[in-house]
Nanobody
Framework: QVQLVESGGGLVQAGGSLRLSCAAS????????MGWYRQAPGKQRELVVVITSRGNTNTAASVKGRFTISRDKAKSTVYLQMNSLKPEDTAVYYC??????????????WGQGTQVTVSL
């Protein structure tokens, strides 16, 4: 069993910062990619930023220059530093991981989500 446990969401004023954390635990052979998605009310879930095992990142245009992903490989943890937050960043943020198995398969996992609310 694999679990993704998120923390760090909350309420912040526009222009403020928050840092999200996501720790993967359980039977993990390899982490091929890990990152964050978000879903605002009435909208589809969208990519925020992901980082691959090689360190390559894919960042949504709407957060470039404001959000930064980092990781601690030893702890199987990724962090999302969110600066200059805007009300439109308000959403439930979900951690996502693509984990590899010894025989070459990949499985996708999701965290339970953490609420980020940005007020004016």
């Amino acid at each position: 069993q694999v679990q993704l446990v998120e923390s760090g969401g909350g309420l912040v004023q526009a222009g403020g910062s928050l840092r999200l954390s996501c720790a993967a635990s359980g039977s993990i052979f390899s982490i091929n990619a890990m990152g964050w998605y978000r879903q605002a009310p009435g909208k589809q879930r969208e990519l925020v930023v992901v980082i691959t095992s090689r360190g390559n990142t894919n960042t949504a245009a709407s957060v470039k220059g404001r959000f930064t992903i980092s990781r601690d490989k030893a702890k199987s943890t990724v962090y999302l530093q969110m600066n200059s937050l805007k009300p439109e960043d308000t959403a439930v943020y979900y951690c996502n991981a693509i984990l590899g198995t010894m025989d070459g398969y990949e499985y996708e996992y999701w965290g339970q989500g953490t609420q980020v609310t940005v007020s004016l």
